[in-house]
């Protein structure tokens, strides 16, 4: 017995050593049991349960499987790899950096009110702070490669105003619970001040300042548990708490960066974490071996971005310990300016007024001559139509309703074309004859809402659809209109009451941003989105950036037909130099590794630089038929297999090329009506992966609104082939048959 409770004690006090946490774990929580003092706070005080190294890292691995198109190689990519690894010597990369950022400021944070698990937004001062920190990242030249944020609402949005202000909407952001606050448990939305008075200062305070001290439990039974909120339904139960200590927050934190962030370092990316701050102080604990005792004085100044450096071995280079947190070797990156960002913020909305980055204001400000002459001219003609019609009405709102959908100026003056060549059918357009399934809005959420579905939405307008301009490759954000169309999209899912497993995109601005107010309008901005540049626009080469007045003096009206109505035929190839030429935005070709190499352009930009450089193939101009080779594979081989299949519900947020080759591929359309298929903007089309058809959502409230509504002619005369009867299976005649007779004829 005496030699037993030796071994035990001395567990407690030796060396975390994480070979030995699970005994240790084990170890102090009895040897607290036998030793603790009684306190007024003694039923919330123990020690952290810990994993074992292995339960850890399978944890974290299981999680990344959520991102799996993010970071998944093919077969031969990772047998590639591994022949390069064996017969070639390669130089060591130098590691990446990490940076660390406190989330912007919550509206439970302004109130004082405990959060943790929940899922407060930010208020505006968050992100103007937000802002901040990104412009302080774009002076100091730090990109980051790809960015950690929790699941939780208020990081996320952080997240969101720091890629805008960079413009960098591109860079991959991975969510994980991992870097959650510190579940707070049953005090979660309780006031700080009322329940310190309730239970004792000295209470509340053990809860936020001791290291291992925990609040009440809020139970799994309970129905505000975390248990219950879908975005943790991939979790055991064990891995969702009913209440932590802060080593508990580090601990999971931790693990992160043991398994993956050190991993994404070591290859050289540079990692941005925007996240709580216990999350982040379990990450500082870790790289700098800061002890039990000091971790609690290490403070996170809002708004501040914290940089790490890291010589080959991955261990952190000391800061110059002027800028530096306490025990820490991170620094500053405002070069110790803190109190300025204070004074500013004491006068947010007149900084908001002097320094916000508006799409509208950026949009004008990176707009090249020709569009900032385009918008202008449109703005002169507004006035000349308010002036010569003395209406009250103006041209633009003209163009905002009865144009809603013919923004593309590639397509919308084909219709009549293709709508006169088609055949008829007593003196009716085929295009007419098509009629649409329509989903009603279900008066509670039944069980077709939650079957395997893959939705489609074509991104909401930007200002080079307003203006009539070819964009492709180019990365303008959305115009005010298209802020719209993506909340009514969202508005629209939500009323039908349809959720998501995952997301998917392009790389460009357009695409992520309409996905995102989607997302914010179902409540669900914690869902994975993984974004390629195989949904990306089709490139439409020397084209880009042009009206199809500027194409038709240039080439002649008779060419672009050809480019207009050909489905294999490409416009004149980008050059090489052009800013246009996607392979010259450094920032986008480092996410982009499944193109071949080109050795021509290896050649050429090996010479002019000196040294060996190999350069991709990437497009200088696309017919639709290479857009839909780039497309079609993607979604069979990648978002089929990797979420469909498992019975994910999908959302694809794309372009109108992108999502025609998708759905030339499950509506069976032939090639040669491609060219008179519409994709309206911001309308969700339902495919029904068990019936193997389109359907529309049915919009009331568009008509309660006197909103535009969407109807079949909007998708031009290639309707017919998209809106087909839906496949009826066993399990639908089933149901029928076990049907009564009064809700068999309801439906």
């Not at 989330?103 to 702070?129: C, M, Q, R, V, Y």
């Not at 659809?465 to 719209?484: C, H, K, R, Y």
């Not at 009451?497 to 309008?521: A, N, P």
Request: hydrophobic share 35%; charged share 25%; proline share 5%.
């Amino acid at each position: 017995m005496g030699r037993g409770f030796l071994i035990l004690s001395l567990l407690v006090f030796l060396p975390d050593v994480r070979c030995w946490g699970f005994l240790q774990c084990a170890a102090r929580e009895t040897h607290w049991r036998i030793f603790s003092r009684q306190s007024e706070y003694e039923d919330y005080e123990s020690y952290s349960r810990c994993l074992t190294p292995k339960q850890a890292m399978n944890s974290v691995l299981r999680e990344r499987n959520e991102y799996a198109i993010v970071d998944g190689e093919s077969f031969s990519q990772r047998i590639a790899r591994v022949i390069r690894g064996v017969f070639r010597r390669q130089k060591t990369k130098k590691p990446g950096k990490l940076v660390l950022l406190l989330n912007g400021e919550s509206t439970w944070n302004a109130n004082h009110t405990f959060t943790g698990w929940e899922d407060p937004p930010l208020t505006d001062k968050g992100k103007l702070i937000c802002q901040h920190a990104a412009r302080i990242l774009i002076a100091e030249g730090i990109q980051p490669d790809i960015v950690y944020t929790s699941k939780l609402k208020r990081a996320i949005q952080s997240v969101q105003a720091i890629l805008d202000e960079m413009d960098a909407w591109f860079i991959p952001v991975v969510k994980t619970y991992r870097l959650n606050a510190r579940m707070y448990g049953a005090v979660q939305g309780l006031s700080k001040q009322q329940t310190a008075e309730r239970l004792g200062a000295n209470v509340v305070q053990a809860w936020r300042n001791t290291l291992k001290a925990r609040p009440p439990p809020l139970l799994r039974s309970d129905p505000a548990s975390p248990a219950h909120d879908r975005r943790y339904g991939s979790l055991s139960k064990d891995e969702i708490p009913e209440h932590e200590s802060i080593f508990d927050c580090h601990e999971r934190a931790r693990a992160l960066w043991s398994h993956r962030i050190q991993q994404d370092i070591a290859v050289g990316h540079t990692v941005l974490v925007v996240a709580h701050r216990d999350a982040l102080r379990g990450i500082m604990k870790e790289i700098d071996g800061i002890s039990d005792s000091m971790i609690l004085n290490v403070t996170m100044p809002v708004g501040v971005p914290l940089l790490y450096q890291f010589d080959s071995s991955i261990q952190a280079i000391t800061g110059d310990g002027v800028n530096s947190p306490s025990a820490s070797s991170a620094v500053y990156l405002d070069g110790g300016k803190k109190d300025h960002l204070v004074s500013a913020l004491a006068n947010y909305n007149n900084w908001r007024m002097q320094f916000d980055a508006g799409p509208s204001r950026r949009t004008l400000n990176a707009a090249t001559t020709v569009e900032r002459a385009l918008w202008q001219l449109r703005q002169d003609e507004q006035l000349a139509s308010q002036i010569i019609f003395h209406t009250t009405r103006t041209s633009f709102d003209d163009s905002e309703q009865g144009d809603r959908w013919v923004d593309d100026p590639i397509e919308a003056d084909d219709f009549e074309f293709f709508s006169e060549s088609d055949s008829t059918m007593d003196g009716q357009s085929v295009c007419n004859m098509a009629i649409p399934n329509v989903l009603p809005i279900p008066s509670t959420k039944d069980a077709s809402t939650s079957d395997p579905v893959v939705v489609f939405v074509r991104h909401g307008r930007t200002p080079h659809n307003n203006m009539g301009l070819f964009t492709g490759f180019q990365d303008p954000p959305l115009a005010a209109e298209g802020i719209q169309d993506a909340r009514r999209a969202g508005q629209l899912l939500k009323r039908h009451g349809f959720d998501f497993d995952v997301v998917y995109t392009s790389q460009l601005t357009r695409t992520i941003q309409t996905s995102t107010f989607i997302l914010e309008e179902l409540g669900t901005l914690w869902v994975p989105m993984v974004k390629s540049w195989r949904l990306n626009e089709r490139m439409y080469g020397a084209l880009t950036g042009k009206s199809k007045r500027m194409i038709e003096n240039e080439y002649g009206k008779d060419q672009l037909l050809k480019w207009r109505r050909g489905f294999k035929i490409r416009p004149p190839e980008v050059s090489s130099f052009s800013p246009d030429y996607p392979g010259n935005d450094e920032r986008r070709i480092r996410h982009i590794t499944d193109i071949r190499i080109s050795w021509t352009e290896s050649i050429a930009r090996s010479l002019e630089s000196r040294k060996l450089v190999l350069h991709r193939k990437f497009p200088k101009s696309e017919s639709l038929y290479d857009c839909m080779q780039r497309t079609i594979p993607f979604y069979t081989g990648r978002i089929l297999p990797e979420a469909v299949a498992k019975q994910k519900r999908v959302l694809i947020a794309g372009h109108e090329n992108a999502i025609r080759g998708i759905l030339m591929h499950l509506c069976d359309i032939p090639e040669e009506a491609m060219q008179q298929l519409h994709i309206p903007n911001g309308v969700p089309l339902v495919y029904s992966v068990k019936g193997k058809c389109i359907s529309l959502l049915d919009d009331a409230q568009a008509h309660q609104d006197e909103l535009p509504v969407t109807n079949v002619s909007d998708f031009g005369p290639a309707a017919k082939y998209l809106f087909k009867p839906c496949e009826l299976d066993d399990e639908f005649f089933a149901d029928i048959n076990g049907m009564p007779e009064k809700e068999l004829s309801r439906r």
